[in-house]
């Protein structure tokens, strides 16, 4: 069956999820879980290939703070999902993802997965095909997050939800417009000079028992998690990892799990980017950690969950086609011009020099309130505000690193700039990707809201 084909079915299917009754009357449960999935020492480690000299990549030493996984599986009627967030640099390639939603079906009756990375850059590296097979760190990997969807999803309760947002100034955009129209990288920014675009909002949802009892807290916010530099040779979760444990610190001895949901980071860095080991990161990881966590906290305690006396969970999984951005020719120049001639061997996924490309996009809504929309790689934090502000719901999450990676989606006026993630081989989907992506998901809403009775044709081109 030709790429099209395949794209044309899976559309299909989405479409006829649409149609199919949704999951509604029924009580919403949740449940949680977690599992260190921190690799052992040894291993070829994810970022800052511009260091790298062909045919060496520096390998973890030690362990600065566990890596984990943590797992929240909801249930309304039949329908099951779990999200998922792992302390990892992008998420797993295709064969590990196809091999987590087997298990999880088959343990769990799973029937939705979302996978969103972190993007730790202090991680394992992570590729779409491995010449010999996946690591075993990363087969392991898989195993665990599958036993803890298990684990949740044995553990459900009647759960209710509500949501809250604070605002937290802890990056900045990395992206600098000359006025000679050169744009100039901007790792650092100590001054908290203030920059643009920027979403400094977090958004919290929060997930009680009926009771009232937290069980989990997901704060969805965008910033890479870059504080330590290309010196540090162990593994950590950077800032995301301190925003998770301050948050818990705040909720006593039977703390709710804590959860970072990466959002549009392509092009926000964090205020104290890149440290070296002599500068002191960890000082760094903890104030930003801190900053977010505390707010998060503050805005978790004052939200009040609610039953919704007729739950209900809508979602579609979709995959859009693309096309590649450069010929053979540009995309060749630009990987040995940018990143090296070892960037596929070490970081980048293989794809093909020109073709079509399988991009996996997820849109989720949650009791007609809350939705959420993933995209599988870096989005410029333009396309976070684009959704929120378009969104037909008033509380709608925005994941970028989610269930893939495919690069960085930059905007159409900031692929036209250039700069690095707009114009460098790691920008290699076509240009409006990004933009057709939130459109898609924008529609797919309205119809899950039944405003909407079908996707209109120019979207079902992609």
């Known amino acids: 069956m030709s790429a099209k084909a395949k794209s044309a079915m899976l559309m299909l299917g989405g479409i006829l999820m649409l149609l199919a009754p949704s999951a509604q009357g029924?009580?919403?449960?949740?449940?949680v879980a977690k599992v260190d999935i921190t690799p052992p020492l040894g291993v070829a480690m994810w970022g800052y290939n511009g260091d790298l000299k062909p045919g060496v990549s520096p390998v973890a030493e030690g362990t600065r703070d566990p890596l984990y996984a943590?797992?929240?599986v909801l249930e309304v009627g039949e329908r099951r999902l779990a999200l998922v967030t792992v302390d990892l640099g992008r998420c797993f390639g295709p064969t590990s993802l196809r091999r987590l939603r087997e298990i999880a079906k088959q343990s769990s009756k799973i029937s939705c997965?979302?996978?969103?990375?972190?993007?730790?850059?202090?991680?394992?590296i992570l590729?779409?095909?491995?010449?010999?097979?996946?690591?075993?760190?990363?087969?392991?990997?898989?195993?665990?997050?599958?036993?803890?969807?298990?684990?949740?999803?044995?553990h459900l309760v009647e759960a209710q939800f509500g949501t809250g947002?604070?605002?937290?100034?802890?990056?900045?955009n990395r992206r600098r417009v000359n006025p000679d129209g050169t744009v100039t990288f901007v790792g650092g920014n100590e001054t908290h000079f203030p920059t643009s675009p920027l979403d400094p909002t977090l958004l919290v949802l929060r997930v009680d028992t009926t009771s009232g009892k937290?069980?989990?807290?997901?704060v969805n916010y965008a910033c890479h998690a870059v504080i330590l530099s290309n010196d540090n040779l162990r593994y950590s979760a950077d800032f995301p990892g301190a925003m998770?444990?301050?948050?818990?610190?705040?909720?006593?001895?039977?703390?709710?799990?804590?959860?970072?949901?990466?959002?549009g980071a392509g092009d926000i860095n964090p205020d104290h980017a890149c440290v070296s080991l002599n500068e002191d990161p960890v000082k760094w990881i903890e104030w930003s950690g801190q900053r977010l966590g505390q707010e998060a906290a503050r805005v978790a305690k004052n939200i009040a969950t609610q039953v919704v006396p007729e739950a209900s969970m809508d979602y579609a999984e979709d995959v859009l086609t693309f096309h590649t951005r450069w010929d053979p020719e540009q995309l060749s120049e630009a990987?040995?011009?940018?990143?090296?001639?070892n960037i596929f061997d070490v970081f980048a996924p293989p794809f093909p020099l020109a073709g079509e490309l399988q991009l996996p996009v997820t849109t989720l809504l949650i009791n007609k309130q809350i939705a959420l929309m993933s995209m599988p790689g870096e989005p410029y934090v333009d396309f976070q505000m684009n959704w929120r502000e378009r969104c037909p719901v008033r509380d709608a999450l925005f994941l970028g690193y989610t269930n893939g990676y495919f690069g960085y989606f930059p905007t159409i006026r900031a692929a036209s700039e250039g700069g690095y993630g707009a114009s460098s081989a790691m920008s290699y989907v076509e240009v409006t990707a990004g933009e057709r992506m939130v459109d898609h998901c924008i529609a797919r809403v309205y119809a899950l809201l039944g405003r909407l009775c079908d996707i209109p044709d120019e979207l079902k081109k992609n």
Do not use: M
């Not at 029924?26 to 449940?31: D, P, S």
């Not at 947002?165 to 900045?172: D, L, P, S, V």
């Not at 990987?335 to 001639?341: A, Q």
């Open 127 to 154: 590729k779409d095909v491995y010449p010999n097979g996946a690591p075993a760190w990363e087969t392991a990997a898989i195993t665990k997050i599958g036993n803890g969807i298990e684990d949740a999803a044995s």
């Open 244 to 263: 998770t444990r301050t948050v818990e610190s705040n909720f006593g001895d039977q703390p709710p799990l804590c959860f970072y949901l990466q959002g």
């Open 335 to 341: 990987v040995l011009k940018t990143v090296g001639p």
């Open 70 to 72: 943590r797992v929240l």
């Open 165 to 172: 947002y604070g605002i937290a100034f802890i990056g900045h």
């Open 113 to 124: 997965l979302l996978v969103n990375a972190s993007h730790t850059h202090a991680g394992p």
């Open 26 to 31: 029924a009580t919403l449960k949740a449940g």
């Open 214 to 218: 937290p069980l989990a807290i997901l």
